[in-house]
């Protein structure tokens, strides 16, 4: 599988991105538990926000965020050229406050390309949950690995080395749409569902006053590249971790809404991690 890979990753941008497209189309007919998945989550986020995205293509639109992947990878030099980066002027006014700075990436269009970016400006310390497979956690260590990027599993010697980096003054990087593990997190609502959120972001936030920033990477049209948004969280984080961690939803939806069709809606953002206590409306 590992080479298979690899020769993916040689095709052109735009061919690997309609090839991903096609294994998204795939996966939405063939995969009853994707598709209902997708359909699910959209439809509760509709609930919440009046807005308009077929299943479909968000289907599509996954599978060329996986296959672009690929691409950025094994063309570390290239993708910076197809990319457009807007508001850089937010980043370097947060950066010379000298408090550090927390980025925050939901999944969202390209996010593998973000870091791309950030690492021609600063180095950067990035928390991450390594995926199960082996083979599949050294593929992607492989394409994300970069001088200035400095990549720490999601367990605490990893918070303890993003909280030493904002002490330097220093830039990290966190998921926050991913469901934390057992006792990082605070069920909350996230397009009006409770969800399983983690309260890390907004504690290292707050306890040193650490700027915020919600970058987005939206893809343009195949095989022409991506543009770059960066959104400051002006407002500080309430100091109670559910009031904070809602916030910070909150945010993070108003970044997705700007490019709905390009979220991951096909990721589980609403299960019950091992060992976490049920929602409050299935405890009851």
């Known amino acids: 599988m590992r080479w298979i890979i690899q020769i993916l990753g040689l095709l052109s941008l735009k061919h690997l991105q309609q090839l991903g497209s096609l294994l998204g189309l795939m996966t939405f007919w063939f ?4 598709r209902q998945l997708i359909k699910d989550n959209l439809a509760q986020a509709q609930i919440a926000y009046a807005f308009k995205a077929n299943p479909v293509k968000i289907a599509q639109a996954s599978g060329t965020m996986l296959a672009e992947s690929l691409w950025i990878w094994n063309h570390p030099q290239d993708c910076l050229k197809l990319t457009e980066v807007l508001d850089w002027q937010v980043v370097d006014q947060a950066m010379a406050e000298g408090k550090g700075l927390l980025m925050l990436t939901p999944h969202l269009g390209a996010f593998e390309m973000i870091p791309r970016v ?18 599949l956690n050294q593929v992607i260590e492989k394409g994300r690995s970069h001088p200035q990027m400095h990549f720490v599993p999601a367990n605490i010697q990893g918070v303890r080395q ?6 330097r ?18 069920w909350v609502p996230f397009f009006g569902k409770l969800a399983y959120t983690a309260v890390l972001p907004a504690k290292l936030a707050t ?4 700027p915020t920033i919600i970058f987005s990477a939206t893809r343009k049209k195949i095989g022409l590249g991506w543009t770059i948004r960066a959104m400051r969280i002006n407002k500080p984080f309430d100091a109670d971790p559910s009031i904070a961690a ?6 993070i939806e108003e970044v997705i809404l700007k490019c709905p069709e390009q979220y991951l809606w096909g ?7 091992a060992g976490a206590p049920p929602a409050p409306s299935v405890q009851s």
Do not use: M
Not at 169 to 186: K, M, S, T, Y
């Open 162 to 167: 993003v909280a030493r980096a904002l002490q």
């Open 118 to 135: 950030l690492a021609e400006h600063f180095c950067a310390t990035i928390i991450y949950k390594p995926a199960k497979q082996a083979w």
């Open 246 to 251: 809602e916030e910070l939803n909150r945010a």
């Open 31 to 34: 995969s009853s538990k994707d």
């Open 207 to 210: 306890k040193n006053q650490v």
């Open 169 to 186: 003054g220093q830039a990290v990087g966190i998921l926050p749409d991913q469901v934390p593990g057992e006792g990082d997190g605070v």
């Open 267 to 273: 990721y589980n953002r609403y299960k019950q991690p």
